[in-house]
């Protein structure tokens, strides 16, 4: 009896400290796969971790890994996806960076801005995802696809 005490509390434990079956999301798989298959008005070229942290102003300590492309200034389309160990600063941040490039692409490029009002911006467990695309429904189908996985 000791013994099946014993282990159904290791179990329990386990499942626990596991995140209760939580997916461990790959954040360089989702870009890719949004890179790869989602609709954007140019070729985005990749944004070292460096950079995407400092844009969003990020600490160090809440970024675990980082994956960004970006098309030139001249278009807002874009890809961000953060594993961290804050997805409400991060998720906050990103929204801000919205706001941001809204109010300078209102003056700059107004036609890129119903991009940036369609933009996804979603959390998957320790993930943090954001995507400014020609087509919102096509990249959250494939952000849900690779998630999902």
Known sequence: MKKTIAALAALTLMLTLTGCGQKEIDATKVATELLNNASFAETLTEVSEQVTKKRLDLDDDEVIMCAAFKGTSAVVDEIIVIKTTDTEDV????YEYVD????????YRPSEVPKLEDSLI??????????ASED???AMEIITESTSK
């Not at 998720?91 to 990103?94: Q, R, T």
């Not at 979603?122 to 995507?131: A, F, P, S």
Request: aromatic fraction near 8%; include cysteine.
């Open 91 to 94: 998720e906050e941040k990103l």
């Open 100 to 107: 941001s490039q809204t109010e300078q692409y209102e003056n």
């Open 122 to 131: 979603t959390v998957e467990g320790d993930t943090v995802i954001y995507c």
């Open 136 to 138: 919102s429904v096509k």
